[in-house]
């Protein structure tokens, strides 16, 4: 199934709402996006494209990037069937209050597109990695 870029970002931002601890059944979408340093090279590309993004950046203000970078990190290695465990908070918890919309979302799931893109990462393994984050739209998205 190949998603288009609107559907992968509003699966994207869904998926990252909630981040829970799962574990795929196994390892290759992990391996797709390169293992660990790959996550981290994604992730590490993501969170200036957060912070530039004029639709979001406001909502990340007074978040701490290291922290959520680290977060993001643990939760795509766990979701993807790698070694890591993720260890934050529950993603309703995390957005609680935030009033994040789907529009915001939408642009974070994209951010993310652009930094697998640049990453060298393949649309499929992209789309593999939006569909395990796509359920965590409902816990994100508030208003």
Not at 71 to 78: N, S
Not at 102 to 108: C, D, E, I, K, V
């Amino acid at each position: 199934m190949n998603f288009t870029r609107t559907s992968f970002s509003a699966i994207a931002l869904l998926a990252l709402a909630s981040l829970a601890p799962v574990h795929a059944a196994d390892d290759a979408t992990y391996r797709g996006l390169g293992g660990q340093q790959g996550i981290k090279d994604i992730v590490a590309t993501l969170i200036p494209l957060i912070k530039a993004d004029a639709r979001i950046k406001e909502s990340f203000v007074d978040t701490d990037m290291k922290n959520l970078a680290m977060r993001l990190e643990e939760q795509f290695c766990a979701l993807t069937g790698g070694p890591c465990v993720y260890k934050g908070d529950e993603m309703n918890d995390v957005h609680r209050g935030l009033k994040v919309t789907n529009a915001q979302f939408n642009a974070l799931a994209e951010d993310l597109q652009i930094a697998m893109e640049r990453n060298g990462v393949p649309s499929h393994v992209q789309n593999k990695l939006v569909a395990k984050l796509a359920p965590m739209q409902r816990a994100i998205v508030t208003k």
